[in-house]
Structure formats: structure tokens, C-alpha cells
């Protein structure tokens, strides 16, 4: 996809009606029409970045910036009693939008929603796998 083909840039560019949420020189926060929760807000760095894995650094500390700003005037205005803090990335884990976004998602009661359902495997793996685990993603970790 390119940029001029992105629902998000388009919103940014204002060709698309958004409910703005706030806006800076990096980032850009639109309540999402799905409204899984009231409040549900999108926050969407203003460069146009596919997904966590192709974001430069400097757009992602931009990006995550934010985050306690909008959750905390979400908190403020509606006092949920909670929130999920969410992110997909490619089709398989949920992305639908090709432009990296978060989602802010207050919740109201327990049952309401968005819920993560954990599937544990922590038999699965004993101390030595796990830490050959670690050294094999630390190992990956390009500096």
C-alpha cells in the first residue's frame, strides 16, 4: 500500500472527517469509529509506517510519547477503570490497517469490550529453554 492509497494518511491529510482526539507536528489521535468502548481512540504517528517492524526509532519514541498524555485525558474525562493499550501487527495478529496505530481501549466493566484471553504455556518451557530463549532474541537485537 502505498501512502496515497492509506485510510490514515488520508485522515491526516484531512481528505477523510476524523473525530480528533489531538495533534502534534508527529502524531496524530482520532476516536475509533468502531467504538469498542466509549473513548476508544486510535493514536497514529504522522509518517506513514506499515507496521512495529518497518517504524524507525525516531517514530516510535514520538509515537509512544504520547501515550500517557491521551490515556490519561481519556482516564480523566470518562474514569474507566481500566484500559488496554493494543497494537496488531500483520493480518495474522489482527492488522487491518497498514499504517502502524495504537489503540487505547478504556474499560467500564470486566466483561465489556476488548478482552485478551492468555493461553499459558509456562510448562511448556523449562529455566534453560527459557533462557536459551532470551540469549537467541538478545542475539538478534540489531544495534
Known amino acids: 500500500m502505498t ?40 493514536i497514529i504517528p504522522k509518517t506513514h509506517t506499515k507496521d512495529i517492524y518497518e517504524t524507525p526509532p525516531e517514530v516510535a519514541k514520538e509515537l509512544f510519547a504520547k501515550v500517557p498524555l491521551i490515556a490519561n485525558a481519556l482516564k480523566k474525562a470518562y474514569n474507566p477503570i481500566g484500559m488496554n493499550v493494543l497494537n496488531n501487527n500483520e493480518a495474522p495478529a489482527g492488522q487491518s490497517v497498514y499504517h502502524l496505530h495504537l489503540h487505547l481501549l478504556p474499560k467500564y466493566k470486566a466483561d465489556e469490550g476488548f478482552s485478551a484471553v492468555w493461553v499459558t504455556h509456562e510448562n511448556d518451557y523449562s529455566s534453560d529453554a527459557l533462557q536459551q530463549m532470551a540469549t537467541e532474541i538478545n542475539e538478534s537485537i540489531e544495534n
Open 3 to 42: 501512502h496515497e492509497d492509506c485510510i490514515f494518511c488520508k485522515i491526516i491529510d484531512g481528505q477523510i472527517p476524523s473525530a480528533k482526539v489531538y495533534e502534534d507536528e508527529h502524531v496524530y489521535a482520532f476516536l475509533d469509529l468502531s467504538q469498542v468502548s466509549k473513548g476508544h481512540t486510535l
